[in-house]
């Protein structure tokens, strides 16, 4: 059996808020309404506006597919002090 480093990175889950919408289900503000809507989950959640990623795919059938990330930095030391962090 291996022992485990006890400096082990803390590996986040990485957080996504998405969607896609087909032609005539969305029109520029309402998708301007849900890109604000989703980035602001994502900050309720802690995360810095420097860390989200905001990503809108048009398609040429005029369909949109909207992604909203937020990747967790690893932090190295003490996982238990991380919120729903988990020991390795």
């Given at each position: 059996?291996?022992?485990?480093?006890?400096?082990?990175?803390?590996?986040?889950?990485?957080?996504?808020?998405?969607?896609?919408?087909?032609?005539?289900?969305?029109?520029?503000?309402?998708?301007?309404?849900?890109?604000?809507?989703?980035?602001?989950?994502?900050?309720?959640?802690?995360?810095?506006?420097?860390?989200?990623?905001?990503?809108?795919?048009?398609?040429?059938?005029g369909s949109v597919?909207?992604?909203?990330?937020?990747?967790?930095?690893?932090i190295a030391g003490?996982?238990?002090?991380?919120?729903?962090g988990q020991p390795?």
């Open positions: 059996m291996r022992k485990r480093n006890a400096m082990s990175l803390y590996q986040p889950e990485p957080v996504e808020i998405s969607t896609r919408m087909r032609p005539g289900e969305w029109t520029e503000e309402s998708l301007a309404e849900l890109v604000t809507t989703y980035q602001a989950r994502v900050a309720e959640m802690g995360a810095p506006a420097a860390e989200v990623a905001t990503d809108i795919e048009r398609n040429d059938d597919k909207v992604v909203v990330s937020w990747t967790k930095p690893a003490d996982e238990d002090s991380v919120p729903g390795l």
